[in-house]
């Protein structure tokens, strides 16, 4: 993963076209469906996708969500593809069940469905999943929040900015990963609660944007004003927690985590805004899931799903939890 990492960092050498012959798959249509289009880390997933997608002679399609959330909106985005003659589809699905017929009638056309950042419920229901290990990611920034607030985690006052209510896999998977890193027993592995530990003061939903972060930090200060622990869904989730606490008067001597490792995430740990993220890395999703789809076009050979890593990056290491730096985060950054 180090070497795949550092060519990351050179995204737009490893994305230049080449000047080889037209493949035999030159003009297929390879699809990209994300939950949005603003979200700065599905931005640069369509960067990558395109790219990657012209590269290899395909020809890209790209489509979103009107909002976090929106599984209609993916759903029709699907339909469209298969209409379209659509080879393959890299989905980052909104709600990873309701969205699994749809996915399992584009695999009966012919089509192979691969997703990114975000597994199917259950995960068998794509033909493979390129992503961060989400789990791994929460675990990460919970373990390292716990380590540095050391005897004073076990009275720690945790408000978490979740994604959305429809808990898609992503949503649980970072917030009990953060609880279980934290120490906190989860109760139910495929959903998460407030009611998980009395430690939680609260918890609300953001649609993984920097307005629904603010708008469910102010829900929260509503009931619950001591909080020292933030968790989030996301970096923008992140900022707008942060803004909130701040208008409030409130944001000295709070810990804010989160998952991304988005360019502008990395500034918010540098300028100590943010304690610590989980980086992913989303040019490599897209490229990758792009290159399975040609190789299934070319071969017929179907994808294994594979983690596309996941990085701890905070100025302020802890002993036991491995990280890097916003020096090197910021070299591995995107958006």
């Not at 540095?148 to 649980?172: H, P």
């Not at 469910?216 to 004003?225: F, G, T, V, Y």
Request: hydrophobic share 40%; with cysteine; aromatic share 6%.
């Amino acid at each position: 993963m180090s070497r795949r990492l550092a060519l990351l960092s050179s995204a737009a050498i490893a994305f230049a076209l080449i000047g080889a012959s037209a493949p035999s798959y030159a003009g297929d249509i390879v699809g990209l469906v994300t939950k949005t289009n603003t979200n700065p880390f599905f931005v640069k997933m369509k960067e990558g996708f395109e790219a990657k997608a012209k590269e290899l002679g395909l020809t890209p399609q790209a489509y979103a969500g009107k909002f976090d959330g929106d599984n209609d909106g993916e759903v029709a985005a699907i339909e469209q593809l298969i209409a379209a003659g659509a080879k393959g589809i890299l989905l980052v699905p909104s709600d990873s069940t309701a969205i699994v017929p749809t996915v399992e009638k584009a695999r009966k056309a012919g089509l192979i469905v691969i997703t990114l950042d975000t597994p199917l419920d259950p995960v068998t229901a794509a033909d493979a999943n390129f992503a961060t290990d989400n789990f791994k990611a929460g675990q990460l920034i919970g373990q390292w929040a716990k380590a540095t607030l050391g005897d004073k985690a076990s009275s720690a006052k945790i408000a978490t900015l979740d994604d959305s209510a429809n808990q898609a896999t992503v949503d649980y998977l970072r917030h009990n990963g953060f609880l279980t890193g934290f120490g906190i027993p989860v109760k139910d592995p495929k959903h998460f609660a407030q009611s998980d530990s009395p430690q939680i003061v609260g918890s609300d939903v953001t649609k993984g944007s920097t307005e629904g972060g603010r708008q469910a930090m102010e829900n929260i200060l509503q009931k619950a004003s001591d909080i020292n622990v933030v968790y989030a869904i996301n970096e923008p989730a992140a900022d707008g927690g942060y803004e909130a606490l701040k208008a409030a008067g409130k944001d000295k001597g709070v810990l804010i985590v989160a998952v991304d490792g988005g360019c502008p995430g990395v500034k918010m740990v540098k300028d100590g805004v943010v304690g610590a993220t989980a980086q992913q890395y989303p040019l490599l999703m897209a490229a990758d899931g792009v290159a399975a789809v040609a190789e299934f076009i070319k071969s017929g050979k179907k994808p294994t799903s594979m983690d596309t890593g996941e990085k701890l990056v905070t100025d302020h290491p802890v002993p036991g939890v491995p990280s890097i730096d916003t020096t090197e985060g910021a070299k591995l950054c995107w958006g």
